[in-house]
Nanobody, 124 residues
Framework: VQLVESGGGSVQAGGSLRLSCAAS????????MGWFRQGPGNEREGVAA????????YYNDSMEGRSTISYDHAKTTLYLQMNSLKSEDTAIYYC???????????????????WGQGTQVTVS
């Protein structure tokens, strides 16, 4: 699976952004996918995740209520709508697809095998 993110940019605090992640390759209708981010000097952290088979979603505490993860099956594209952005949301955002088999911990980067190149989000 190949993943390509887009939609990052610079925004003022309180603003919104929608990130997109176009998936290609062998795409199942039942994928486990997620958004992660890595800020300056920080480890990569899970932001939101979705099981595309049922649209079950998971969020980390800092983004819950301010973000929405979704997946368009027809376009095989993952989205992350982020609202009320804060300076601490500044990071490179990555989308990821779970590795085959095994247990799924939605916000654990170790459970994901396919990664995009990342898109920068800067909030000032």
């Amino acid at each position: 699976v190949q993943l390509v993110e887009s939609g990052g940019g610079s925004v003022q605090a309180g603003g919104s952004l929608r990130l997109s992640c176009a998936a290609s390759g062998v795409i199942s209708s039942r994928n486990y996918m997620g958004w992660f981010r890595q800020g300056p000097g920080n480890e990569r952290e899970g932001v939101a995740a979705i099981f595309t088979g049922t649209s079950s979603t998971y969020y980390n505490d800092s983004m819950e209520g301010r973000s929405t993860i979704s997946y368009d099956h027809a376009k095989t594209t993952l989205y992350l709508q982020m609202n009320s952005l804060k300076s601490e949301d500044t990071a490179i955002y990555y989308c990821a697809n779970k590795r085959p088999g095994g247990y799924w911990r939605p916000l654990n980067a170790n459970d994901y095998a396919d990664w995009g190149q990342g898109t920068q989000v800067t909030v000032s």
